[in-house]
């Protein structure tokens, strides 16, 4: 992707990408949140950077608060933009209310048009087969399931450092487990909780992104990494195209380091991708083996 957008300055070069809708280095942005986002805030978003952004995302059931006018102007943007809109995560507070609620929530998400059902369980506790159940539910009903797998109890919500070591976490196999059983089951794509990997804790668990990464592969899991010096670990480690979920007040600076124009010091200029001109005439390639993980804070 470059001058195809009729973006400016389009003499000089930038990391050619895929175009929308994307397979990998796709971009999921965060909405209303930590501060509201309406409908002109997100055009001047999208009308600016609207071609690297994949995904919109609802965040702590934010849109249970709002009118119904103003999430139908925001799915509605999102859409005129080729944008999809994902629910967040909010199913694991409608579980707790029962099954009737869950099943009048998932109606309700594709009534409104949502595109993508999140669903996590950070804070409870779910039999696995139950989630998976939910997954076919979701793509039964038309819409993208994407699970969130993670080694954190008690995740998502913003927890402090010392009340999450109480809680302790997992091995991370029983997340990759679980992260395969729902790719088998039909989900598109696997959301990765940062907490408990990069957020929230005293060292990065650099060994954990390497052994999904391994396992799962690249293009099958979204990393949560909201935070600038997460997402250029990751673009470093595993280049451009990386699946990752950033804040809204980030895309900008995010896509500056996916396109390599712009970095810190230790990525300025060594960002880079190559295409293919003549995929159908090019020779077969040889797999390239993922490069594992390294360094932290």
């Known amino acids: ?162 009340e999450l070591e109480a809680e302790g976490t997992s091995d991370p196999s029983q997340a990759i487990r679980a992260a395969k059983l729902y790719l088998d089951a039909g989900a598109h794509l696997i959301m990765i909780e940062s907490e408990g990997i990069t957020e929230n804790v005293r060292k990065w668990r650099t060994d954990v992104v390497a052994r999904i990464v391994n396992e799962i592969g690249l293009d099958k899991v979204m990393f949560e990494a909201a935070d600038p010096e997460v997402f250029s670990w990751y673009i470093k480690n595993f280049g451009p195209e990386v699946n990752l979920f950033v804040d809204h007040s980030q895309v900008v600076q995010l896509e500056c380091l996916r396109s390599g124009i712009w970095g810190t010091k230790s990525t300025w200029g060594r960002v880079v991708t190559y295409k293919e001109k003549d995929r159908a005439a090019a020779p077969a390639k040889p797999k390239l083996v993922e490069p594992t993980a390294k360094g932290g804070r």
Request: include cysteine; proline fraction near 6%; charge should be negative.
């Open 1 to 162: 992707m470059g001058s195809g957008i009729g973006r400016s300055f389009d003499f000089l070069p930038v990391n050619e990408r895929e175009g929308k809708p994307r397979r990998r280095g796709i971009t999921e942005m965060r909405g209303p949140y930590y501060a509201p986002v309406g409908k002109r805030y997100l055009q001047d978003i999208l009308e600016t950077m609207g071609a690297y952004i994949d995904i919109f995302k609802f965040s702590g059931g934010s849109f249970s608060l709002m009118p119904e006018k103003a999430v139908r102007e925001l799915i509605d943007t999102c859409h005129e933009h080729d944008v999809l809109v994902s629910t967040g995560g909010f199913i694991e507070r409608v579980l707790t209310h029962g099954g009737d609620a869950v099943d009048r929530y998932l109606e309700e998400c594709r009534r409104l048009k949502f595109d993508i059902v999140e669903i996590s369980s950070g804070f409870i506790t779910v039999p696995p087969n139950d989630l998976i159940g939910l997954v076919r539910k979701v793509s039964d009903l038309g819409m993208k399931p994407k699970p969130e797998v993670g080694i954190q109890f008690g995740a998502g919500g913003a927890s402090s450092v010392e």
